[in-house]
């Protein structure tokens, strides 16, 4: 049985259960490539400034690219017993080498170790995630262009209000992962700081070089500040809360769809790839993904409050309780790189029945705006268009007929001011296409808000 790594001042009794609950090992092995790639690195420096021999730098990275090459081969398992991956790697690294792996650690602590593994895992991730939010923009952009001329019920109460354009529907969404996306390249550039070089808390006594540890990983900066260096949290707590906010969209997107897909309303439907049967009801076909995405957002927002919580009492610098740092931050990048995809492809596979779209604008009173706004423009205070319209509603209701079913002898025996040309006003095609207002729903403003977006993606 080999002694532990830290085991000099241990009496060598330890309890395979307790050794279990300390061990991150079944889950940091997420970030065995990474670890790898620190510790090449390090390595390198402490040749290049001479802390170690250059025949035991080589040596050394000799190991570790073996190890590299057994990662990648999947030949390395790895033991509860070494704990975690840096130790199960250092085990791994003197099998190898022998005692000459003993030198890699100089310098190093697992703390700054740790962090390293974290920043890189996470800078990986990030560039990940922000291509698929991407790709998922791409798609909304697609759709939206092929449905301008989509008219649906706008809703607000989840009530009718005014008809709009599908494809503004779907802009919406787009703007919403546009914001995300920034969200996560700014979090990339707080990702991008090394804090190889801190050691346990305070630096070293050994003359090593940040900045050229730095360089060799690709990092754009330093921390300045050994303490802060190892136990900031604060890049992955962004990565946790910008995830929340991304599954918080995606979750209304799904809401939406699982609403669409109903038989009350039947405006969309996604392809059996994206759907599930019952085992009892032989009719059902169930907006399963779109449901799991909704369902998932609940993990994201709770690995968020986790690692809140972890870190609101903690004491500078190192605290064993960061080890809990790292399941939460591995299912929150598991979760939304597969929610973004599946989102991706449910939209860009799904049906428009743009026919009961529109059908639903037109069995509704959401063109009362519409009148309201005619009578307003012929000079009626819009207060008093209001109070009009609204009484014209409550006789629609009573007599069941819409406001374009009224004939045109009784409007005017309302008030002289209603002419023919209102049937065109209430029409509710037009209702859309006349709302040229910046940004409004006006098919010339959904086309130039997608001419922008289109713009913006083949910038980035
Ligand atoms: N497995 C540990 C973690 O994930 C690595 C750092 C351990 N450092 C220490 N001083 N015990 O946080």
């Not at 743009?354 to 009362?368: H, I, L, V, W």
Request: charged share 25%.
């Amino acid at each position: 049985k080999m002694a532990k790594l830290w085991g000099g001042r241990f009496d060598g009794k330890n309890e395979a259960w307790i050794d279990a609950f300390g061990a991150s090992i079944p889950f940091d092995q997420k970030m065995a490539k990474q670890d790898i790639t620190g510790s090449l690195a390090h390595v390198k420096m402490l040749g290049h400034t001479g802390i170690i021999t250059p025949d035991e730098a080589a040596e050394i990275t000799r190991g570790l690219l073996i190890l590299q090459d057994k990662l990648a081969q999947g030949a390395l398992t790895f033991t509860i017993e070494n704990e975690d991956i840096h130790m199960n790697l250092e085990t791994y690294l003197h099998q190898e080498i022998g005692p000459v792996a003993g030198k890699l650690h100089t310098a190093r602590s697992r703390n700054d170790q740790v962090a390293t593994d974290m920043h890189l895992y996470l800078k990986d991730t990030l560039a990940a995630v922000i291509e698929k939010i991407s790709t998922l923009r791409q798609v909304l952009v697609d759709k939206a262009e092929e449905n301008i001329y989509t008219v649906m019920p706008g809703y607000t109460h989840l009530q009718h209000a005014q008809p709009i354009s599908f494809g503004h529907h779907l802009m919406a969404y787009y703007q919403m992962f546009t914001r995300d996306q920034t969200r996560f390249e700014e979090n990339l550039i707080r990702t991008d700081v090394s804090p190889l070089g801190a050691a346990a808390l305070a630096g070293t006594t050994f003359p090593i070089d940040r900045e050229y540890t730095a360089k060799e990983l690709g990092f754009a900066q330093v921390y300045s500040n050994s303490l802060d260096a190892v136990s900031d949290r604060d890049f992955i707590l962004e990565f946790l809360s910008n995830a929340s906010l991304l599954m918080m969209h995606l979750s209304r997107f799904c809401e939406e769809l699982i609403l669409w897909c109903s038989h009350e309303f039947q405006f969309v439907e996604l392809t059996d790839t994206f759907s599930t049967g019952s085992s009892i009801m032989p009719q059902k076909k169930n907006p399963d993904m779109a449901e799991l995405i909704r369902g998932k957002t609940g993990r994201v927002y709770g690995n968020l409050f986790g690692l809140l919580t972890v870190m609101k009492g903690l004491p500078l610098a190192y605290n064993k309780d960061f080890q809990e740092d790292k399941e939460g931050m591995f299912d929150t990048a598991e979760t939304i790189l597969t929610s973004l995809e599946i989102m991706s492809g449910m939209i860009h596979t799904m049906t428009v029945h743009t026919e009961q779209m529109k059908e639903a604008t037109e069995k509704d009173f959401s063109n009362a705006t519409e009148l309201a706004d005619y009578l307003a423009s012929k000079g009626v205070p819009f207060r008093e268009a209001h109070e009009i319209v609204g009484k014209l509603v409550i006789d629609g209701i009573q007599k069941g007929r819409y406001l374009q079913d009224i004939p045109l002898e009784e409007y005017q025996a309302i008030t002289p001011l209603i002419a023919e040309d209102i049937y065109e006003k209430l029409d509710s095609v037009n209702a859309v296409k006349n709302r040229h207002s910046l940004g409004g729903t006006g098919f010339d403003q959904v086309a130039w808000q997608i001419q922008k977006a289109k713009e913006q993606l083949t910038e980035e």
